[in-house]
């Protein structure tokens, strides 16, 4: 079974803009890539999140780490079922995720995912861009995903029987359509919202050790002009406490305190609100919902 979000890699032309970003507002540890990229620590892993130089913003891969090759060959049987082709990570990619070994594949919506083990880890510590307690990891990995799908059903057929992911809850709330996945002790670290005819990354979640954390980061925010794109709330599923900001990347960044831990006894509910309190909308005209692509249409359509 998949344990944990240990990564992801972005492709963005706004490294630059990440060098002050990563470390001074989001408190990540920071440090330059093999291809001219940036790579920022959060925690004892080498890395968690990876930006390379591209010309247009787009999510790369997502890693989600196993125990070991067996567990993810056991993933890969069931992927391959599905008519999905699995790759074997050569050396190379192994060691540029700094992992013993890999293996990769695309979902039904072009998303690529990649399932790794044996993460190295480093013996320095964390060291934050900003003076903050740090990020909530360990065992509950990097934090949670968020993707847009043209097709929820299709979705979580995919995500839950054939990758395993277990059914946390849904939202319903007039055009919102979501379903939140859990892995480990955090309440999701995958959740999937409807949007016909687009595939798209709507945010990363990191979680913080401290409700400080969280407010000295949108003040950092505020004086900076980064633009916060939902206003201080508090989930009525997760009941998370955060804010969001856009990205230099255009995605969005959920920056967040004490989410809710569930165990394998946790029964999934529904919602018909998101937020227990705030979570206004609160952006620049200009600011999109995320990395939004058209969906590519069925075959024989």
């Avoid at 997760?238 to 946790?266: K, N, R």
Wanted: net charge negative; proline share 5%.
């Amino acid at each position: 079974m998949i344990r944990s979000l240990a990564y992801l890699g972005v492709t963005t032309p706004a490294i630059e803009e990440w060098r002050s970003f990563g470390p001074e507002v989001l408190g990540l540890d920071m440090a330059d890539g093999p291809d001219g990229g940036l790579r920022f620590k959060m925690d004892e892993a080498q890395w968690r999140l990876a930006l390379h130089p591209g010309e247009r913003d787009g999510v790369d891969y997502v890693g989600w780490s196993v125990v070991g090759e067996a567990e993810a060959r056991e993933i890969a049987k069931k992927v391959a079922a599905a008519g999905i082709e699995v790759h074997d990570g050569d050396a190379g990619l192994c060691a540029e995720r700094a992992t013993t070994g890999l293996l990769w594949f695309e979902d039904p919506f072009g998303i690529r995912h990649e399932l790794s083990w044996g993460r190295l880890i480093v013996q320095s510590s964390f060291r934050p861009g900003r003076a903050m307690s740090g990020f909530k990891t360990g065992e509950q990995g990097m934090g949670h995903v968020v993707f847009m799908v043209p097709d929820i059903k299709k979705a979580d057929e995919f995500y839950s029987e054939v990758m395993g992911f277990k059914l946390s809850d849904l939202i319903i709330q007039g055009p919102l359509n979501a379903r939140f996945y859990h892995i480990n002790g955090r309440h999701h670290s995958l959740a999937v919202a409807e949007a016909p005819g687009v595939v798209g990354f709507q945010h990363l979640m990191l979680e913080v050790n401290s409700l400080d954390d969280v407010g000295m980061a949108l003040d950092e925010c505020e004086r900076r002009g980064v633009p916060i794109t939902m206003t201080l709330g508090r989930h009525v599923n997760d009941l998370m406490t955060s804010f969001y900001l856009e990205s230099p990347s255009a995605f969005h960044i959920e920056y967040g305190y004490g989410g809710l831990q569930v165990d394998d006894l946790w029964e999934p509910k529904t919602f018909d609100r998101m937020s227990i309190w705030g979570h206004h909308r609160h952006q620049a005209p200009d600011a999109g919902p995320g990395l939004i692509l058209k969906a590519e249409p069925p075959a024989g359509a």
